[in-house]
DNA sequence: ACACGGACCTGAAGGC
DNA sequence: TGCCTTCAGGTCCGTG
């Protein structure tokens, strides 16, 4: 469930139960996510209070009272599913049960439990001191919603660079946050084709700077939507109280191959092809 | 430096 | 019923 809006779900809903409750005991599981636990993670974490609660494009920020911090990325699957106290009893045995990987166990009897059936989410801790130059945020591009990510960074970001502007919006180096669903959702409403140059759009390019403008503008306005309809939810819910976003309802082209494009007054189809192995949506009519 | 294919995992869905 | 293939919201590593 995990691009920007969908972390960013997660994040509001972790907060209010997570900071400022200390953690009394935190359970891992057998199996390793995409990185191993660091050593003793969860004595790192038991006795500790959470601080603050950040995002950073796809990657959850816990600050510790320990300075340390907790880092956390979804992958592919991951979901967390906060349990209050009456409901926090037993550990289930379905499917959902046999990919829960961390339970942290607040001093109020909350629980938060972490699921992840692909395992291609982590967590890690990092010192807060080392934060920014960490090696799985140091590089990382912008904050779409915020003020560095603008027509000027993305003419600099895109230039002279020959791979699609598909793939260049997906290099979290460029802009941090887009995944598949909203890279797809984002250059249609900028009426930009997936196939074209990167390049094209770069700074000294001819109609580069509008073109930049257009899609900086549009990448802005699909995450707000989506944030603001909590998210959009496939395959897991996006929420931590396990109720779904609803942003999928909104797509316009994302999983909507051979349906009729959305766009006011286009009469094309939306087409599906394969770039650098993943799905792109688009509608050739209004996509240029 | 960049660009690309494959690898990492599990589960769901569809065809035969 | 089962077996096979394809696909899925991400990213990292090795190879040109």
């Known amino acids: ?20 409750t200390p953690i009394t005991q935190v359970r891992v599981g057998e199996k390793r996510l995409r990185l ?5 993670f969860a004595a790192r974490l038991a006795g500790r209070t959470v ?3 950040a995002r950073q494009g796809k990657f959850l920020i816990a600050m510790l009272d320990s300075q340390e911090a907790l880092i956390i990325h979804l992958g592919m699957s991951g979901s967390f599913l906060v349990l209050g106290g009456a409901e926090a009893h037993g550990t289930g045995n ?3 049960a046999r990919h829960t990987h961390v339970v942290f166990h607040l001093v109020d009897g909350t629980e938060i439990r972490y699921a992840d059936p692909r395992r ?14 960490h090696p ?3 590089r990382m591009g912008p904050e779409p919603l915020g003020n560095e990510f603008n027509a000027g960074h993305l003419g600099a970001a895109l230039a002279g660079r020959r791979t699609s502007l598909k793939a260049a919006l997906l290099d979290q180096h460029v802009v941090a946050g887009l995944g598949n669903i909203y890279v797809s959702e984002a250059l249609h409403a900028a009426g930009l084709a997936p196939t074209r140059e990167a390049a094209s ?3 000294g390019k001819r109609q580069g700077a509008a073109a930049c403008e257009k899609l900086a503008a549009a990448v802005r ?15 897991d819910h996006a929420r931590t109280d396990g109720t779904l976003g609803y942003f999928q309802h909104s797509f316009k082209v994302y999983g909507r191959g051979g349906e009729p494009c959305r766009r006011a007054g286009c009469p094309g189809t939306i087409k599906r092809l394969i770039q650098n192995g993943r799905s792109s949506f688009y509608c050739p009519r209004c996509q240029h």
């Open 136 to 138: 799985l945020l140091a």
């Open 1 to 20: 469930m995990p691009e920007l809006p969908e972390v960013e779900t997660v994040r509001r809903g972790l907060e209010p139960v997570l900071v400022g």
């Open 221 to 235: 306005e699909v995450l707000l939507s989506a944030i603001a309809a909590g998210g959009s939810s496939l395959r």
């Open 36 to 40: 191993p636990y660091p050593e003793n």
């Open 51 to 53: 601080e603050s609660l």
């Open 120 to 133: 291609f989410g982590l967590m890690t801790l990092a010192s807060a001191a080392g934060l920014a130059s």
């Open 94 to 96: 379905g499917a959902a």
């Open 201 to 203: 759009l770069g700074a």
